[in-house]
């Protein structure tokens, strides 16, 4: 019987969306009944959030937090952490093993359960570019899965040939991010002008994000607009390529630091407030499902599986790849038409209804039913 097994979730990152989306899906899956063993790093970054949830069990393991701790862990993994994690599963009956993200050690975890399903989730099917060579080297291993899960419907056909195996391949929709509502002790980090029309890039500052683009239309836009809009880039990253373009802008503020789970909904509330994603390329965007938690639309590259999480017209503007002129007029629309960002609001409220992490762990159930 289902009911008498176990899910165990194999996520050993540390932070970001991946830690959350791994959060969100195990809770889900345990408020619906289901027992769940999460194995988990102790350099998780809301570990407290994970300790509160009733699983089954939680495993908790050293992982690493710097290349160094990386090498001296990963070689002392057969000897320390796996006879460890073999300990706490002891006589466990598992239903299948399921790896939310491809973390470093994800494989290593996963060759402790010969005998058990694994299902992994694939986020970038296609490396973006400015992707690091190990992140690369990883996405090109073939370790071979019963089944694997995308997050975007056009990677459903795509991902069979780019890993050209006879693995399943199956859609799971991403829930919304919304664990930053429940936080405790939340810290304000930026307040917005009401009386302007505000934009926010926010996330980690890479080369695909578009920040140059986003510049060059930000430069056009202040000649006309100079004193009825704002521009917020708050992210960690090297923001250094970008320094000399955003030198002398007015209204533009930049938080280039890491921001903490307890900051981030400061970031998605205020009035007039739209969330600006000019990427080169992309799958899908945790920051277009926070920002849709929080009713804040987007403006957002038509890339990669982007399209399925904003509804051009609706929730939100997708612009082609590379476009300064398409990411200025998009702009341009929210501060010459006042009224587009309240009904964008109405249609945001009634979109989310028909996204929940409760539907992607019924989702993740069916999959778990049909690979077993």
Not at 38 to 60: Q, R
Not at 174 to 200: A, C, H, P, W
Request: proline residues 3%; hydrophobic residues 40%.
């Amino acid at each position: 019987m289902m009911d008498d097994k176990v899910i165990v979730i194999n996520y050993t990152g540390r932070r970001g969306a991946g830690n959350l989306a791994a959060y969100e899906i195990s809770k889900a899956l345990t408020e619906n009944g289901f027992k769940v063993i999460p194995i988990i790093s102790s350099n998780i970054e809301n570990i407290e959030m994970w300790k509160s949830v009733n699983f089954e069990k939680l495993v908790i393991v050293n992982t690493y937090n710097n290349k160094l701790s990386f090498l001296v862990n990963t070689l002392l993994f057969p000897v320390k952490t796996a006879p460890r994690i073999r300990k706490e599963l002891k006589g466990v009956s598992i239903m299948a093993v399921y790896c939310p993200m491809l973390t470093l050690w994800s494989d290593r975890i996963n060759s402790l359960f010969n005998n058990s399903k694994v299902i992994m989730a694939i986020h970038d099917p296609i490396p973006h570019s400015g992707t690091s060579g190990i992140l690369k080297y990883f996405n090109r291993k073939r370790a071979i899965y019963d089944a694997v899960v995308v997050h975007s419907k056009v990677y459903v056909k795509q991902i069979s040939k780019i890993r050209n195996t006879n693995e399943k391949v199956y859609y799971i929709p991403l829930g919304l991010l919304n664990v930053y509502r429940d936080i405790d002790n939340k810290k304000s980090i930026i307040e917005y002008d009401d009386s302007k029309t505000n934009f926010v890039f926010f996330g980690r500052i890479e080369k695909y994000k578009g920040l140059d683009i986003l510049a060059d239309a930000w430069q056009e836009l202040q000649k006309k607009y100079q004193d009825k809009i704002t521009l917020s880039i708050i992210g960690s990253g090297d923001f250094s390529p970008y320094i000399d373009k955003y030198k002398g802008f007015n209204n533009v503020r930049i938080i280039n630091r890491w921001i903490y789970d307890e900051e981030v909904e400061s970031v998605f509330v205020g009035d007039n407030l739209i969330c600006v994603c000019p990427y080169r390329d992309g799958t899908q965007s945790g920051v277009i499902l926070t920002a849709l938690d929080y009713g804040v639309p987007s403006i957002a590259t038509n890339t990669g599986g982007i399209s399925e999480q904003v509804v051009d017209g609706e929730t939100g503007k997708l612009i082609s790849p590379n476009s300064v002129k398409e990411l200025y007029d998009s702009m341009e629309e929210f501060i010459i038409d006042k009224d587009r960002l309240s009904v964008m609001k109405k249609e945001i409220s009634n979109y989310k209804k028909y996204i929940s992490w409760d539907k992607s762990a019924g989702e993740l159930i069916k999959v778990i039913e049909d690979v077993s």
